[in-house]
C-alpha cells in the first residue's frame, strides 16, 4: 500500500506499539514491558483473544521488525519506502510481511482443522490495519 505521508511520520505511528489500538481495532490491549517489549492482546473477528509478547529487533527508519512469542511464534515486520508519484509526493510504501508457527498445542490442532477460516481472520485483522492507516495518513494505493 502507498500512503501519502513521508516515510519519518509512518515510521513514528508504527514504531510506537502502545498507540496501536488508536488506529487498528483489532489491537484491543497493548502493555509496555520495558523499551523494547510489549504485551499486545488482539481480537478479529472470531470470538478468541490472541495475547502476543513482542519484543523489538530493528527500528530502524526503513525496517520495523518484532518478534513474536505466544500461542504463535516468529516476526513481523513493516518495510518503509519513499515513493515520489504525483499523487502523492513524499509519500510512503508500506509493505507488510510475518511469518510465525504455532507453538500452542491446542492452536496447533485447531490450524489444522480450522486453517481456512483462521486465514479469513487474520486478513481481516490485516485489512483493520490497512484501514486504520489509510484513515490516519490518506491512502494512494
Known sequence: MVLAA????????????????SWWP???AVASLGPDDALVV??????YDLELHLHAESREPWLLRVAIDGPIRGYAQWTLSPVDVRTAPGGTRLDFEQRVRAEDRSF?????????LLRWNHHRMMAGAEEGLARKFGRVS
Open 6 to 21: 513521508p516515510p519519518e511520520d509512518v515510521h513514528a505511528v508504527l514504531v510506537d506499539l502502545e498507540y496501536f489500538g
Open 42 to 47: 488482539c481480537r478479529s473477528v472470531l470470538p
Open 108 to 116: 496447533v490442532l485447531a490450524s489444522y482443522v480450522l486453517k481456512p
Open 26 to 28: 483489532q489491537v484491543r
